[in-house]
């Protein structure tokens, strides 16, 4: 599986953006998909997952009710909708996929995007 995330950039505090990660190869669509983000010098982190159907998700507390995770299956893409974003928010954005259950932790993805830089600034 091979992922491919886009959609950073920079934004005003309080802006939105949406993160898009498509992916390709066998059976990705059965995968759990999740975001992650780092910044330098810090351990990557969870943001948010979803099951392979979409019927399911869960998200970091920091994120909970600024961040939407969704997921189109035709199209193999994994979305991030991030509103009222806060310069904290800066970090690299990295999308991953797990043939396993929905997990915070970074040791139960297999596979892993390029990381999309995304900066607010104040």
């Known amino acids: 599986v091979q992922l491919q995330a886009s959609g950073g950039g920079l934004v005003q505090a309080g802006g939105s953006l949406r993160l898009s990660c498509t992916a390709s190869?066998?059976?990705?669509?059965?995968?759990?998909m999740g975001w992650f983000r780092q910044t330098p010098g810090k351990e990557r982190e969870f943001i948010a997952a979803?099951?392979?159907?979409?019927?399911?998700?869960y998200y970091a507390d920091f994120v909970r009710g600024r961040f939407t995770i969704s997921r189109v299956n035709t199209k193999n893409t994994v979305y991030l909708q991030m509103n009222s974003l806060k310069p904290e928010d800066t970090a690299v954005y990295y999308c991953?996929?797990?043939?396993?259950?929905?997990?915070?932790?970074?040791?139960?993805?297999?596979?892993w995007g390029q990381g999309t830089q995304v900066t607010v600034s104040s």
């Open positions: 991953a996929a797990s043939p396993r259950g929905t997990s915070v932790y970074t040791s139960s993805y297999d596979y």
């Open positions: 979803i099951s392979w159907s979409g019927g399911s998700t």
């Open positions: 190869g066998r059976s990705s669509s059965t995968y759990v």
